[in-house]
């Protein structure tokens, strides 16, 4: 079966520092992969999504980037980090070319920036 | 542009009683759509999906939902709380395209009381 692995669970970062935060999925083989972010009371946002390594769209200019360096790899990065970068986010994968299907969710990484 | 909108922010409920979530969506084709809930501090679980077919649509731990074309809207039921169905509730619309992406409502969040 699949799944997919989100880490850390939790990070308490400072303003200014750099972010990685990790996503990997087991069981499956080229799936669209995406990131994204919940903010208190604004529900998520789709801040990237990848149909394949090394192709990244992003959905709002933001002081983050995403990364595909494997097929089942996802990164978000900053270099930065600003005090509104704190978040949940949460990766996730669906089947490439399977439309009737839903889209499946890691455990979310509590990021704050103090 | 595809877009959701769930009108609640917050609803609270008795145990017992029952549910209604409104979702109403804004997508040119067919649509496919989706509710999801989320504990706090957890990923996102599927409660169910519409893809096409029949219009009401059984998920799981007792909800169901209601596809209404002319209306856009994919209101999310439940005939009767449980103290654990406190959480909040997202639904989500996907468009056709191979990106799979979920463009998702600003979810709501219940509150049951005992």
């Known amino acids: 079966s699949q799944t997919i692995h989100q880490w850390p669970a939790t990070l308490v970062q400072p303003v200014g520092s750099p972010l990685s935060l990790e996503c990997t999925v087991e069981?499956?083989?080229?799936?669209?992969l995406y990131w994204y972010r919940q903010a208190a009371g604004r529900g998520l946002q789709l801040l990237f999504y990848?149909?394949?390594?090394?192709?990244i769209s992003s959905e709002v200019p933001q002081n983050l980037s995403a990364s595909r360096p494997q097929d089942r790899q996802f990164i978000l990065s900053s270099k930065k980090l600003l005090l509104s970068d704190s978040g949940f986010y949460l990766c996730?994968?669906?089947?490439?070319?399977?439309?009737?299907?839903?889209?499946?969710f890691g455990q979310g990484t509590r990021l704050t920036v103090v | 542009a595809q877009s959701v909108t769930q009108p609640d922010i917050h609803i609270t409920v008795s145990e017992g009683a029952s549910l209604e979530l409104r979702c109403n969506y804004s997508?040119?084709?067919?649509?496919?759509l989706f509710w999801y809930v989320q504990s706090p501090g957890q990923g996102l679980q599927l409660l169910l999906k519409?893809?096409?077919?029949?219009?009401l649509v059984q998920g799981i731990k007792g909800f169901e939902a209601e596809f209404k074309r002319s209306q856009s809207s994919f209101n999310l039921r439940k005939p009767s709380v449980h103290w654990s169905d406190a959480a909040e509730y997202f639904c989500?619309?996907?468009?056709?395209?191979?990106?799979?992406?979920?463009?998702f409502g600003q979810g709501t969040t219940l509150q049951v009381k005992p």
């Open positions: 989500a619309v996907r468009g056709s395209s191979n990106t799979g992406k979920l463009i």
């Open positions: 997508y040119g084709a067919t649509p496919y």
């Open positions: 519409y893809f096409s077919g029949d219009t």
């Open positions: 990848s149909v394949g390594i090394g192709q």
């Open positions: 069981g499956t083989s080229n799936p669209n």
């Open positions: 996730a994968w669906s089947p490439r070319k399977a439309l009737n299907t839903e889209a499946f």
